[in-house]
């Protein structure tokens, strides 16, 4: 991808910077028994904790119940992500306690018999989720380290993000609930009403997690695990994120680029832009561009009806499909992704006004699919106008690619999650009928899957060399010669 102007691999200045002076990172006096390093294998009391989900499930084995040790096993190995990530302490503790507060509810049945222990779980857990997510992308290279200078884009970034991640983490749970019932029989109690205040939880909890980043970053503290002994003062404190060739994931997606030969933007090394006619991409002219404004009128029209028939709740919804594909306009989004956000902001409002979605079969899905799929596109190519993340042009290894997969999901998944709550809210302040769990369910699963695949066209796109930004007529037309 292109289009961003700065050098290849080069993080832009960031816009909005105060001069702030930030505290450098000192040693504590905190005692070796607690900060280790103990030794390679146990390093410190953070590895004995997650030792527990793994000692449960050979209990379940000595004892012959069964019933959780897939769960026991799975919880497990997802506590070692912190361990390979080798993050600094309080994320990996976060993140720990969320996921044995999980797993053990279901052990133990505590979500049945301890009162408000659901709460608990659905604010920590994404808490802890959504901060050991986003230093991931720290990690991947695709956002600046905690350590790092960071503008006000990048704080605002940094919550979008955590925000966006908490709610995907809570979602994927509330989706494992019902397939654990469905599937090996659990007995969880999981209602409508119940998964939407989970899902409020859920939010509560990513949004802390934002404001510990916030703090963590204007401290001027990295994300990768500060030794014990510079903890101690035994060694110097490090300043930096440690050197790119020193990570393993770094060197790994390294090793794979030099599988597949080197790729330029589009016309040199990279994929040729598509032969198109010139009634497809325009310019017809300044207002009126191409077929994705003809879509962009039609909200205008569909809104006038709906005002001359006195329906103000459609006539508002119009507006606000048709506002925000004129931010899309506005952002120069490549024709593709702005005629994907278009259609699916007219399915929302036709779809509603006409009454499509009761009487035409597959519109609520068709709808779903293409909304959470081109939001998921765009709000990643928001982030890159912002330059919050990195355009990745020249530079986009597998490791940047599966963090781009991994946060434009979760900003797709995440608005999805949001809508539910949204449509909760409307349904309970009009009357209208709920959802069941079920449907609510199918919706969840229907966002998760469109997202992902915006996802997966953002790298296509991205592999392809094609740039990020609306590219002239005169350039598609060019490339019939």
């Not at 695709?142 to 960071?150: Q, R, T």
Request: hydrophobic share 50%; with cysteine.
């Amino acid at each position: 991808m292109a289009g961003i102007g700065h050098p290849p691999g080069e993080r832009p200045p960031a816009l909005w910077r105060r001069v702030v002076v930030r505290p450098k990172p000192m040693p504590t006096n905190l005692p070796k028994w607690l900060v280790g390093d103990w030794n390679r294998v146990i390093r410190d009391p953070l590895d004995l904790l997650r030792l527990a989900p793994l000692i449960g499930a050979i209990v379940t084995l000595i004892v012959r119940d069964t019933t959780h040790t897939g769960e026991l096993v799975g919880c497990f190995l997802i506590v070692l992500a912190p361990r390979v990530l080798n993050v600094q302490r309080p994320f990996d503790l976060m993140f720990q306690i969320g996921m044995n507060l999980a797993i053990w509810g279901n052990v133990f049945a505590l979500f049945d018999h301890i009162y408000g222990y659901d709460k608990v779980v659905h604010f920590l857990l994404p808490c802890g989720s959504s901060m050991l997510l986003y230093i991931c992308l720290c990690h991947l290279r695709l956002v600046p380290d905690l350590s790092e200078d960071a503008g006000l884009h990048d704080r605002i970034a940094m919550v979008l993000i955590t925000l966006a991640f908490g709610l995907m983490v809570g979602g994927i749970f509330e989706m494992w609930e019902w397939f654990s019932n469905k599937v090996f029989g659990t007995e969880m109690f999981v209602t409508y009403g119940d998964s939407i205040g989970d899902l409020i939880d859920d939010t509560l909890g990513a949004l802390m997690g934002a404001v510990i980043l916030l703090f963590w970053t204007g401290r001027g503290w990295g994300t990768w695990r500060t030794p014990g002994a510079a903890l101690r003062g035994e060694e110097p404190m490090p300043t930096a994120p440690p050197d790119r060739n020193k990570d393993l994931l770094a060197r790994f997606g390294q090793r794979i680029a030099r599988l597949r030969p080197p790729r330029g933007h589009a016309g040199e090394q990279g994929r040729p832009y598509p032969v198109l006619p010139r009634w497809l991409v325009g310019d017809w002219g300044r207002l009126l561009r191409d077929p994705v404004d003809l879509i962009r009128l039609s909200l205008v029209v569909g809104g006038l009806l709906a005002l001359l028939g006195g329906d103000w709740d459609h006539a508002a919804r119009f507006a606000v499909g048709f506002g925000l594909s004129v931010l899309v306009r506005l952002a120069e989004a490549p024709r593709p992704f702005d005629a994907a956000f278009a259609l699916g902001m007219a399915f929302q409002a036709w779809g509603a006004f006409s009454g499509a979605y009761d009487s035409v079969t597959g519109y609520e899905v068709t709808a779903r699919v293409v909304t959470s799929l081109s939001i998921a596109v765009m709000l990643y190519l928001l982030l890159v106008r912002i330059r919050a993340v990195p355009d990745l042009s020249g530079k986009s290894d597998i490791h940047e690619r599966t963090g781009m997969l991994l946060l434009a999901t979760a900003l797709g998944f995440g608005v999805g999650m949001l809508y539910e709550i949204g449509a909760w809210a409307s349904n309970g302040l009009f009357d209208a009928e709920s959802f069941t769990f079920d449907e609510l369910i199918a919706h969840m699963a229907i966002d998760f899957a469109a997202s992902a695949a915006g996802a997966v066209l953002l790298v296509f796109w991205d592999r392809a060399g094609w740039e990020t930004r609306r590219v002239p007529a005169a350039v598609l037309l060019k490339a019939r010669s």
